[in-house]
């Protein structure tokens, strides 16, 4: 059975030895989805009610939220002090448990470069500079970014590893309307060029089970984003959580959350679609907590991970 080309083997590959991602949450940040610049409410499936509530937290930062107009940030201290503190203990657990050697700096809650450039420039800039960091891994919307920072960027790369990461989702407008995403695939599939044009690495989120949408919407979503030049990917079911606009569309019956029988064979098809050279980060999601109102089926990892390499079987890979 030949193991699909994962994001792991390609760090190994490009560092020797084992590299891992250390997810990192800052206080403060938000996103234009959320905040009214673009929609409000968010996507359908986010739980965002409790945007500033995070384990996390600092205190002092309670409510405070940074957007790209902000002129000044009086807490950026203690937001270098939070990414400090967190890099500190999860790469510490990285490397007792797991062996890790070197790490990428994983901005990944809300939307990691709608802040004013200055506060971006000093948090990349702090992270790049802890022991055995090989580089950053931006997660963010294509509409809260700007040709300033993607240049700010590519010049950081010149000498470390960075990677943005864009929610596509799906390549259908009338979907990405009716999950109150707030931008279309254009905007996606322009700054991800516009990425790849300055030398930065690409890794693109793509949703199966959004409403509506039939298994061959999903296939061309990928398919499209392949196109794109999207280097690393990241497959998710869409699942419904307590507290959203979508739990209130599945309790009146108006969204069907996908089955795993089709999530599979939806996920096998655009494995076996996806060039090569294409580095797989996630094949499902899921939550196993009461937060999960559907499906079931995505509470627990190993029983997913599990039936996910049974149906890669037949086409002799494996995850
Ligand atoms: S872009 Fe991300 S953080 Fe913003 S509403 Fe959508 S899922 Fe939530």
């Known amino acids: 059975m030949k193991q699909i080309y994962t994001y792991g083997n390609y760090l190994k590959d490009k560092f020797g030895c084992k590299v891992y991602k250390v997810g990192i949450n800052i206080s403060g940040f938000t996103c234009p989805n959320i905040d009214g610049t673009v929609a409000k409410g968010g996507c359908t499936f986010c739980e965002n009610d409790s945007f500033s509530a995070s384990a996390n937290e600092v205190q002092e930062l309670k409510g405070f939220h940074l957007n790209l107009d902000s002129k000044e940030n009086k807490f950026l201290d203690k937001q270098l002090l939070q990414l400090t ?46 022991e055995n960091v090989v580089g950053l891994s931006i997660g963010t919307r294509s509409d809260s970014i700007t040709q300033e920072t993607l240049e700010y960027l590519a010049k950081l790369n010149e000498n470390k590893e960075i990677w943005i990461e864009f ?19 254009a905007n996606v599939k322009e700054w991800i060029q516009k990425s790849k044009k300055v030398g930065l690495n690409v890794c693109g989120h793509l949703i199966f089970g959004l409403p509506d949408e039939t298994p061959s919407m999903m296939i061309e979503t990928a398919k499209e984003a392949y196109k794109w030049g999207i280097d690393s990917v990241k497959y998710h079911p869409l699942y419904v959580v307590k507290r959203t606009a979508l739990a209130n569309d599945f309790k009146s019956g108006k969204f069907t959350p996908i089955s795993e029988a089709e999530y599979l064979d939806v996920l096998v098809q655009t494995i076996q679609l996806k060039p090569v050279h294409v580095s797989v980060q996630r094949v499902t999601a899921g939550i196993n907590d009461d937060s999960l109102l559907s499906p079931n089926w995505c509470r ?13 079987k037949p086409i002799g890979l494996k995850y």
């Open 167 to 185: 929610g596509i989702q799906s390549i259908y407008d009338e979907t990405l309307i009716k999950i109150n995403r707030g931008h279309d695939a």
């Open 300 to 312: 627990d990892k190993n029983i997913q991970i599990k039936n996910i390499n049974a149906a890669l």
């Open 85 to 130: 503190q967190q890099f500190e203990s999860i790469s510490a657990r990285q490397k007792r448990e797991y062996g890790a050697e070197k790490f990428l700096v994983y901005f990944q809650s809300f939307t990691n470069t709608y802040a004013p450039f200055e506060t971006l420039k000093a948090l990349y800039e702090k992270a790049l500079s802890f």
